[in-house]
């Protein structure tokens, strides 16, 4: 399975974002697709998360500005980055879990400005 980031880029505080990761097979109920982001000298953290039945969970640090979505035939998924701060600046993996095995997207680098 491949995942295929994109979205990326710079915008200054306060703009928006939307992040893309498709998936090269079509999800199934097993499948959960999680949005991390990883900065210099700290660990990938958890921003947000979307089950197959489009449950969402989301980091605290994110909540009430980002928001996570798939497309109707469930293979992409969005991230939606609002009210951006210059601390969300990351690069921004997403990541699948089938119930079996993991796969990692390469990263998009998001930098807000201040």
């Known amino acids: 399975v491949q995942l295929q980031a994109s979205g990326g880029g710079l915008v200054q505080a306060g703009g928006s974002l939307r992040l893309s990761c498709t998936a090269s097979?079509?999800?199934?109920?097993?499948?959960?697709m999680t949005w991390y982001r990883q900065t210099p000298g700290k660990q990938r953290e958890m921003v947000a998360l979307?089950?197959?039945?489009?449950?969402?969970t989301y980091a605290d640090s994110v909540k009430g500005r980002f928001a996570i979505s798939r497309e109707g035939a469930k293979n992409t998924v969005y991230l939606q980055m609002n009210s951006l701060k210059p601390e969300d600046t990351a690069v921004y993996y997403c990541?699948?879990?089938?119930?079996?095995?993991?796969?990692w997207g390469q990263g998009t680098q998001v930098t807000v400005s201040s």
């Open positions: 097979k079509t999800m199934t109920s097993r499948d959960v």
């Open positions: 979307i089950t197959y039945s489009d449950s969402p």
């Open positions: 990541y699948l879990n089938d119930g079996l095995r993991g796969y």
